[in-house]
């Protein structure tokens, strides 16, 4: 069987089922990070890649390749109600690139790290005979208390998600901002069950969230906060959107909304639907990584 | 400028002139690993990566390549005088390759995992639309006691390497085993001034360790412990030894050789030479990653 005959989830299933861990690891694959306890507290830990020909074109600019990368891991690192602390930058690169776009790569780098009070301890950088290609290793810090894993939704739990869903591509895809501030705000003042950031879009990543919260979902369609000219398939299905998704009590609904209107009033916060018994199929699907 | 015309130390240089650091990062990029203060004690952190037509062929077996990703970075976490701790692995494949190659990649890995007791915390699968990529981050602990740089090399040290030189492209690149166990044994009896491990070859290598340290060298090329049938060129250049280099203190010396040979028979040390003022001109080049 090929990869692309697969699909992402069996694939990474697959190739998770028996990897070795000792009692360390409080979390190994399968959620946002992984969490690990290291000197007295617990890291999380994550990896990411973006690659030329999929997740930016070789004339994208390389400042916003290089914002974009770390953001991924960042974003990753917030859905899971921690503070990222220390990156390692892999590139691969062909040597025909000129230097300057690899400096271009790592300013985008700096300036994401500035931001968001990264370091960027570390880096490899190798050839490549084919396309460009970029992983990130991102290391944060979470306190027990507000660690928000992908597994706690409750059957009843309210779905929100932050900011708009779909069209991505057009551009909020290379300069889009973690919603670090919001998951710390949210972790302070009303601890989701469950969340995850929307990186493969709601058709894909919902469904990841319930399965691993042992629950099914309801989403409310013509409640999706679509960006404008979107259609409710590409609010789904785009994907890349770096939104937040949680699943929180009913009962704090209401008062969550409000306030979240006086913290962030430039960020759209929307109730989508509910966790619940039901485990519908979503179509379209969003973006699998081999098909 | 591009990057071959300008060879890989001056592309690190450049790249990582500016990056953000805050007061927790010790070591920043430059040595083997970088080193950061996390929960009370000091982590290490290693990014490194595997090609596709650079690092092994489309042809070298799935699980081979694993074990070489991984032990590279375990290299790395060692010459620094840690333990490594936890790895994740960012993959970027064909989609055409057959799920059993990846299967069998990460058979590999786990392999390297369980023989030096490393978690495989996390991972991420990207498609790929030409070569495979494989990039492994690590992480490692270090006691500030035993933790070695390659800045601590003082005139008139003695410098000793690990094993035999050359040749490692006949087959030793993709089965070599880091030197964990020789690590923690030398950094418990017999404190390195300045370690590294052996990567580009020794006439890469070598004058980096100098450098950071702020001397010269000299080798007493007679005395190279050449792999059978390499010439000592190859012992200088080919790179991929996976060997350690260290500088220690003249008077220990005859002990520790005497001691090795008893601590681990089967694994030549051999006095290569030694820290000078000399800052000799060695051809031919080791491995660099853009000529």
């Not at 790592?106 to 396309?131: F, K």
């Not at 208390?145 to 992908?150: G, K, N, Q, S």
């Amino acid at each position: 069987m090929k990869l692309n005959e697969i699909g992402e989830d069996a694939v990474v299933e697959s190739i998770t089922r028996d990897l070795r861990f000792d009692e360390r690891v409080e979390i190994g694959p399968g959620d946002d990070c992984a969490v690990v306890r290291f000197g007295g507290g617990l890291q999380l830990l994550k990896t990411d890649c973006v690659v030329e020909g999929i997740h930016f074109l070789a004339d994208t600019p390389a400042q916003a390749v290089g914002w974009k990368a770390l953001c991924r891991a960042i974003s990753d690192i917030a859905a899971m109600g921690g503070d990222p602390l220390d990156a390692m930058i892999t590139v691969a690169v062909s040597p025909d690139r000129p230097l300057a776009w690899l400096t271009d790569l790592y300013i985008g780098l700096n300036r994401a790290a500035a931001r968001y009070g990264v370091n960027l301890v570390g880096g490899e950088t190798s050839r490549s005979p084919g396309p460009t290609f970029i992983a990130v290793a991102l290391t944060g810090k979470v306190d027990k208390e507000r660690l928000v894993t992908r597994a706690g939704g409750m059957l009843g739990d309210r779905l929100y998600v932050t900011g708009e869903l779909g069209g991505s591509i057009g551009g909020k895809h290379l300069g889009f901002e973690p919603r670090l501030a919001e998951t710390r705000w949210l972790t302070a003042n009303f601890p989701p069950h469950a969340m995850m950031d929307l990186s493969d879009g709601l058709a894909s990543d919902l469904p990841r969230l319930a399965k691993a919260s042992g629950t099914g979902f309801e989403i409310e369609f013509s409640a999706l906060p679509k960006t404008a000219g979107c259609s409710v398939e590409q609010a789904l299905a785009d994907g890349e959107d770096y939104e937040l998704l949680f699943a929180i009590s009913e009962n704090v609904g209401p008062k969550l909304e409000k306030d979240w209107q006086h913290a962030f009033p430039e960020l759209a916060l929307t109730c989508i639907g509910r966790l619940t018994e039901t485990k519908p199929e979503i179509h379209p699907h969003g973006y699998d990584h081999f098909r």
